[in-house]
Each structure stands twice: as structure tokens, then as C-alpha cells.
């Protein structure tokens, strides 16, 4: 089993949809959880990180973590063709592990 | 501005050869990691380094090598090539301590072992 799962989709919705992306963990010694994004043929960036388990919103995106059910969330709001891109969960305690990415397209 | 990058972009190599693959960063972050994206697997950490003189394997470390000389450095050999080491690689850099949060990412190199 790997320590963390996502759905590698591929994902389409159209323009001004709500997204929900997932990841499940199985390692309870993770304390940072992050979201990152990486546009065609680009590295990842940071789009959000979180500590506790709650929410955390910043603009159009909101990352929500569980801890006791090892279950970490990103909502994208009103979403736009320009947020088609890969999202990648990356969980961190010792190292960092990532998720396998789920891969987005947003359809004007 | 601060930066992290990886040479060469591309890289075309018969198997059986040693290949080394450079990451520069001038975060002056005391971590640094190497990783491989395929797909399906996403990223893999191959070897990573909190310090100047440590290294430390990852998830997938089998022939692969890493030495830390410097802060700003952290080159991966690939001792022997196999065609399954086919792959896009990224270097990142963070700058906390055991615990990383936000790491930097490079551009990638992608590399092809015929």
C-alpha cells in the first residue's frame, strides 16, 4: 500500500464548476499537508499548506484536512480554464511524499 | 532573484552509462531532494539531503548516488543506466528543518536511456 493515495483522474468539468480533489494517507507521523500544482512540462509550485486538521482558504481555493480520518481535500471555486493543471497532494514528516497527481482540465 | 536549477534539461544516454544529473540553488536551503515523476507513480523520492556531508535514501534509491558538498549543490548519478530509469527528474530545495513544508522545485530534466 502506498503511504499516500490519489485519484490520478483525469478530471473535466466545465468552466465555473466546483472541483474537489483527494488524497488518502496511511503514515500518522505526517504533520504538513500541502497541495501543489504543476502546469505542462513545469515543476510543482506551492499552492497551499496546512498544519491541523480544519480548513484553510486562500481566494478561489480551500484545503481541508482530516486527521483522524487521514483524508486531505482541495476545493476550487468558480473554476477556471486556467486552472488545468495537475494537483498533487504532498504530505510531509521526516521527508516529503506526494500523491500521484490528479490531472485537471477546465472546459470554457 | 533566488532560484533553483537543474542541467541539463534533456538528456539522451545509452544503457550502461553513468550519467549525472546537476541541481544548483541559491536559497542557501539546508535541504535539498531528488525525485522522479512517471507516470501513474507521481513523485518518487529518490535520495535527499538536510546538510552539507548527509544523505539519506529514499523510496527508490537503487542505483542512484548523491554527494553533498556544498550547500547550494546536490548531484545524481546514475551509476549504471537501465532503461528504467527512464524518467523526468526534479531537484527541490526547502528550508526548514526535519520538518519540510515548502519545497522549491526546478524545471525538471527529462531523461531518456536508450
Known amino acids: 500500500q502506498k503511504e499516500v493515495e490519489q485519484d490520478p483522474g483525469p478530471l473535466s468539468v466545465p468552466e465555473g464548476a466546483i472541483v474537489s480533489l483527494n488524497c488518502t494517507y496511511s503514515n500518522s507521523a505526517f504533520q504538513y499537508f500541502m497541495w501543489y500544482r504543476q502546469y505542462s512540462r513545469k515543476g510543482p509550485e506551492l499552492l497551499m499548506y496546512?498544519?491541523?486538521?480544519g480548513n484553510k482558504e486562500d481566494g478561489r481555493f480551500t484545503a481541508q484536512v482530516d486527521k483522524s480520518s487521514k483524508y486531505i481535500s482541495l476545493f476550487i471555486r468558480d473554476s477556471q480554464p486556467s486552472d488545468s493543471a495537475t494537483y498533487l497532494c504532498?504530505?510531509?514528516?521526516?521527508?516529503?511524499?506526494f500523491g500521484a497527481g490528479t490531472r485537471l482540465t477546465v472546459k470554457p | 532573484d533566488a532560484e533553483i536549477t537543474q542541467s541539463p534539461r534533456h538528456k539522451i544516454t545509452e544503457t550502461g552509462r553513468q550519467v549525472t544529473l546537476a541541481c544548483h540553488q541559491t536559497?542557501?536551503?539546508?535541504?535539498m531532494f531528488w525525485y522522479r515523476q512517471d507516470l501513474g507513480h507521481g513523485l518518487r523520492l529518490i535520495h535527499y539531503s538536510y546538510g552539507v556531508q548527509d544523505t539519506n535514501k529514499g523510496e527508490v534509491s537503487d542505483g542512484y548516488s548523491v554527494s553533498r558538498s556544498n550547500t547550494e549543490d546536490l548531484p545524481l548519478t546514475l551509476e549504471s543506466a537501465a532503461s528504467s530509469q527512464t524518467s523526468v527528474y526534479f531537484c527541490a530545495s526547502s528550508e526548514r528543518g526535519q520538518l519540510s513544508t515548502e519545497a522549491f522545485f526546478g524545471q525538471g530534466t527529462r531523461l531518456t536511456v536508450v
Open positions: 504532498a504530505m510531509s514528516g521526516n521527508d516529503m511524499r
Open positions: 536559497w542557501n536551503h539546508n535541504n
Open positions: 496546512t498544519y491541523s486538521s
